[in-house]
């Protein structure tokens, strides 16, 4: 039996039919009384026959607690990408954010759902994975080759470790298991718009760098040496987490880049394995880096990597 919690209101009701091998039943019970609002529990073991309920009940809400509604209705009107097979789910789960102000676009497979975020501008994605024609992962992976910045969350039955480790590996910022409750899903998204809302620091939208002799351009990853004479000896076409790795070191030039950090945002997880696969990227950044004699990256012990670059020490 599968219980779904909302905020529903003014309902003490049972409803039984069906046959002895498809029998059915939804309660909605009062749980407790607070300025005349409750919390319902539905209990149904067809999810889609409680979805049709559910969206006959939708425009009889019209009291919410005060308190929850203050706490819940902050979205200033965000936009939301939806994307979930379901249909009727996804029309309650549409309802539902609606009511909270958030402006909600629905689709219905990830094909339909990569042609409305390619002609939309949103302000975050909420995905299904089990989907028909192109599933929630490799949606997920599209739009990150053309939006890094984009939140996302997956909304899904796969609740296996694997499927949770895959989902953040790919770009994910929250991750939330079916059955759900309402509330908890918009705090979560509120945390996420949240975070995703933070003040840009101007050194994050750094595109190109002067690193003493070198020039280093970030959207091409192309690192070049000023003073080489032949070409080959003059630039390096850069690997995604090398390009990334030092942007990182540029930011924190002649500063302790946080291990930790780079970690989380570039390898997405800090282990034992990313860990070394990140001192694998810093050697090759050395090699490259060599040619000035006035270039160092230092490593300092238990917290990360310096880029030191000893002509602007010397000019502070």
Request: hydrophobic share 40%.
């Amino acid at each position: 039996m599968i219980i779904f919690e909302r905020p529903f209101v003014g309902f003490n009701k049972v409803l039984t039919g069906g046959s002895k091998r498809h029998n059915w039943q939804i309660k909605v019970a009062r749980r407790r009384e607070s300025q005349a609002n409750f919390n319902k529990f539905i209990k149904l073991p067809l999810p889609r026959i409680l979805h049709a309920y559910l969206l006959a009940l939708m425009p009889k809400l019209s009291h919410v607690n005060q308190s929850t509604n203050r706490l819940l209705m902050a979205s200033t009107n965000y936009k939301i990408l939806l994307v979930e097979d379901d249909q009727n789910f996804g029309d309650v789960l549409r309802s539902y954010l609606e009511m909270h102000d958030y402006e909600v676009t629905l689709a219905t497979d990830g094909v339909l759902g990569f042609e409305a975020f390619r002609k939309g501008n949103f302000d975050l994605c909420v995905f299904d994975v089990m989907m028909p024609r192109k599933d929630g992962f490799t949606l997920a992976k599209e739009i990150r080759e053309r939006d890094q910045e984009v939140p996302i969350i997956f909304l899904t039955a796969k609740t296996m470790k694997d499927d949770i480790l895959n989902g953040f590996k790919i770009g994910a910022d929250d991750y939330i298991a079916k059955p759900f409750n309402s509330e908890e899903l918009l705090l979560r998204i509120q945390a996420v718009l949240k975070r995703a809302n933070k003040p840009v620091d101007p050194r994050d939208e750094q595109r190109e760098y002067i690193i003493g002799k070198f020039h280093f351009n970030y959207p091409l990853r192309i690192l070049t040496f000023n003073e080489a004479k032949a070409e080959e000896e003059n630039q390096w076409k850069l690997s995604p987490k090398e390009s990334e790795l030092l942007k990182m070191f540029c930011k924190y030039i002649n500063d302790v880049t946080p291990r930790s950090e780079a970690l989380t945002k570039i390898w997405h997880e800090d282990n034992y394995f990313t860990a070394r696969s990140m001192d694998v990227f810093v050697t090759k950044l050395r090699k490259y880096l060599a040619k000035d004699s006035a270039i160092e990256i230092v490593n300092i012990h238990g917290n990360g990597f310096q880029l030191l670059v000893k002509d602007m020490v010397a000019e502070r």
